[in-house]
């Protein structure tokens, strides 16, 4: 497994950006998924944006197509996700996830490691 570290969340007003940042270590993962889910309050943890590490593979929720944008940089193994256009609704507890393998599913049980999460809060 990977350990995971997230940052980059803050209070931000309705249109601004965010950038967070997932910070990975422990062994080589080439060949793993890379995810970024968010938990609202009084919600279930929902997907967000998905890429095949080191890179191809991004895949989106439709609430967040279009705005969102997931990356990577292998030499420093961190995963982004940049967030433009914020909307209140954005307003979640924001989790860096891995999986082993290619994962084309957004359900959360296929990633086995998972960040503490950064929160992201969205004022109107």
């Known amino acids: 497994q990977v350990q995971l570290i997230e940052s980059g969340g803050g209070l931000v007003q309705a249109g601004c950006s965010l950038n967070l940042t997932c910070a990975v270590s422990?062994?080589?993962?080439?060949?793993?998924?890379m995810g970024w889910f968010r938990r609202a309050p009084g919600k279930h943890r929902e997907f967000v944006a998905r890429?095949?590490?080191?890179?191809?593979?991004?895949y989106y929720a439709d609430s967040v197509k279009g705005r969102f944008t997931i990356s990577g940089d292998n030499a420093k193994k961190t995963v982004y996700l940049q967030m433009n256009g914020l909307k209140p609704e954005d307003t979640a507890v924001y989790y860096c996830?891995?999986?082993?393998?290619?994962?084309?599913?957004?359900?959360?049980?296929?990633?086995?490691?998972w960040g503490r999460g950064t929160q992201v809060t969205v004022s109107s």
């Open positions: 890429m095949w590490w080191p890179s191809g593979g991004r």
């Open positions: 996830a891995a999986a082993v393998r290619p994962v084309v599913s957004t359900n959360e049980y296929n990633y086995d490691s």
């Open positions: 422990g062994r080589t993962f080439s060949g793993y998924t």
